[in-house]
């Protein structure tokens, strides 16, 4: 302990006796971007430093002599004219330095602009549960300095202010309100967007809780082939389990690609069904299929819901149409197919590539990659075929 102290009393005297060395003034300014800055490095009268033999540096680049006035021997002024928005949103560094290149007095400016009304404030509640909200920073959103957004909210026509506390959940610009939130009765929320420049607040929205529900994406969806017809699957679902204790209707949406094609096609059509016959499709094809819900009409409201987030792929393929005709269709047509062969080349795969995974972790991405392996092994094949030949 007592070493330690030893050690540190000359620091410590040290850095106590720099401070005294010089000052800046004005200390830590905040400007506008464009505007002129004129600051002061004043030398104590008593040490041996003379203002004609320093020098400025700004974020560590030194600054050239035109931009300096020798005020008095102990006073060496600085100009700097249409400043740019700072660098760093904690300020850029402007240092006064010795002749010899010491450091003697720092300070931040801040140069930047006011914010920007924040714009397009629109929320969410999850089951009725919570409420999430999001908006846009202004037009531009860019103002060199750390701004703040606050969300604040009351219940319309008794409710005194409250302020969001969790940021970020939901991505930027975002806020999380988790407890007390009253039904039934409409929320004013709005947003404060504040910097040292200065304060700017969006429009007041309002709205009330069971107008914005969400849900979780439907449960246990299921893609069967149907019989053995080659252009059709099957897919089926359960509701979300969350909200059946209040009174809503749900409808459905379905999407679905082929396995080499990033482009959804979209069933808009399902209504409140749980199940849904896919028809026109491709034989002999791998489909992902996705589903989710939108749960309307919570405790009677007007509103149109929110749609869930999609549910997580569920793959399945199309009979090949293999039939040639006057031949009899094996009675194990069904089993013996391609899906058949394919999955048991996939999980030969896995076992290869996948014992890290575990068995839980099953997934359509694992398929996936399968597929963007076989593919690749099918083109080197193709490549070295063609390669041979010329
Ligand atoms: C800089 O020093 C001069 C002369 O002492 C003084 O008139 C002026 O107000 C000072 N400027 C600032 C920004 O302190
Ligand atoms: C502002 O930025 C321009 C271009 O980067 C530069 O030439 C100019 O020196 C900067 N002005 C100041 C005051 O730093
Ligand atoms: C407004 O917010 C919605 C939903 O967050 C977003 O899709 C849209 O692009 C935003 N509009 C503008 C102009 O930022
Ligand atoms: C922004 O918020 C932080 C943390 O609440 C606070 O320390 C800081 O002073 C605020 N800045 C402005 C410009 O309001
Ligand atoms: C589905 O909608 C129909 C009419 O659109 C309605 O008669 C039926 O009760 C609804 N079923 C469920 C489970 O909500
Ligand atoms: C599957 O069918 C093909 C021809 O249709 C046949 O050659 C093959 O032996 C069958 N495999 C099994 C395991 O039944
Ligand atoms: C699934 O894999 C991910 C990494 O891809 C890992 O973080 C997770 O723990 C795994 N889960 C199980 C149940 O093995």
Not at 300 to 318: D, F, L, R, V
Not at 350 to 368: F, P, V
Request: hydrophobic residues 35%; glycine residues 6%.
């Amino acid at each position: 302990m007592m070493k330690v102290l030893l050690l540190w009393l000359p620091l410590l005297h040290r850095v106590d006796s720099l401070m005294y060395l010089a000052i800046i003034a004005p200390q830590d300014p905040t400007l506008l971007i464009g505007s002129s800055l004129t600051a002061n490095c004043s030398v104590a009268a008593d040490s041996s430093l003379r203002a004609e033999d320093l020098y400025w540096t700004l974020n560590g680049r030194r600054l050239p002599l035109e931009a300096y006035k020798v005020l008095s021997a102990t006073t060496l002024s600085l100009t700097l004219s249409k400043l740019n928005g700072s660098q760093q949103q904690s300020g850029d560094n402007l240092v006064c330095h010795s002749k010899e290149g010491g450091i003697l007095a720092g300070s931040c400016l801040y140069v930047g602009l006011p914010p920007e009304k924040p714009t397009n404030i629109s929320c969410w509640s999850k089951n009725l549960k919570d409420l999430t909200c999001r908006w846009t920073p202004g037009t531009e959103g860019e103002t060199y300095l750390h701004t703040n957004y606050t969300l604040k909210y009351k219940l319309r026509w008794y409710g005194r202010d409250n302020i969001c506390r969790e940021y970020h959940t939901a991505g930027p610009y975002t806020c999380h309100i988790s407890k007390d939130l009253a039904l039934f009765t409409p929320y004013e929320i709005w947003v404060e967007a504040t910097n040292r420049l200065g304060v700017a607040t969006s429009d007041v929205i309002m709205l009330d809780i069971v107008d914005v529900v969400t849900t979780d994406p439907p449960l246990d969806v299921h893609v069967n082939r149907v019989g053995d017809l080659e252009d059709q699957l099957s897919v089926r679902w359960s509701a979300p389990p969350a909200l059946k204790d209040f009174l809503f209707q749900a409808k459905y949406q379905i999407q679905y690609r082929v396995e080499d094609s990033s482009e959804w096609k979209v069933v808009d059509n399902v209504g409140n069904q749980t199940s849904c016959r896919l028809a026109g499709l491709r034989p002999g094809t791998v489909y992902f299929v996705q589903v989710r819900c939108n749960p309307f009409g919570i405790y009677g409201s007007k509103k149109a819901g929110i749609w869930s987030t999609w549910s997580n792929p569920t793959a399945a393929s199309t009979p090949r149409n293999g039939r040639t005709p006057g031949v009899c269709e094996p009675k194990s047509g069904e089993h013996n197919n391609t899906l058949r062969r394919e999955l048991k080349q996939f999980f030969g795969w896995m076992r290869k590539h996948g014992s890290s995974y575990g068995c839980a972790n099953l997934s359509i991405k694992m398929y996936d990659q399968w597929r963007v392996s076989l593919q690749k092994s099918h083109k080197t094949r193709n490549q070295v075929l063609s390669g041979d030949k010329s």
